[in-house]
Nanobody, 115 residues
Framework: QVELEESGGGLVQPGGSLRLSCLAS????????MSWYRQAPGKERVLVAR???????EVADSVRGRFAISRDNAKKTVYLRMTSLKPEDTAVYYC?????????WGRGTLVTVSS
């Protein structure tokens, strides 16, 4: 059972930046994907970015060029660097890991972009 804990969310003004972190309770194989999803109020949860070894990171069209995903396997952590934030980026951001065919989710961290 993998436990995931997100951190780094908060209130930020439009145009600002945040870095989200997700700490896993155990080492995740680099070949297993680690991802960030988000769910805005009244909307479905959608993929924001995904990273795994041997492949280029996947980034949603809506955030490409503004968000970047990275991981530090030694620290069991995946990051989401978010820049040029817009009000429409407001959502709960969830960390996701798929390991041995099982999906694991964190509890989420709220990002609010507002002036």
């Amino acid at each position: 059972q993998v436990e995931l804990e997100e951190s780094g969310g908060g209130l930020v003004q439009p145009g600002g930046s945040l870095r989200l972190s997700c700490l896993a309770s155990e080492t995740i194989l680099s070949s297993d994907p680690m991802s960030w999803y988000r769910q805005a109020p009244g909307k479905e949860r959608v993929l924001v970015a995904r990273i795994r070894s041997g492949r280029d990171p996947e980034v949603a069209d809506s955030v490409r060029g503004r968000f970047a995903i990275s991981r530090d396997n030694a620290k069991k952590t995946v990051y989401l660097r978010m820049t040029s934030l817009k009000p429409e980026d407001t959502a709960v951001y969830y960390c996701h890991v798929r390991e041995n065919g099982v999906n694991y989710w964190g509890r989420g961290t709220l990002v609010t972009v507002s002036s």
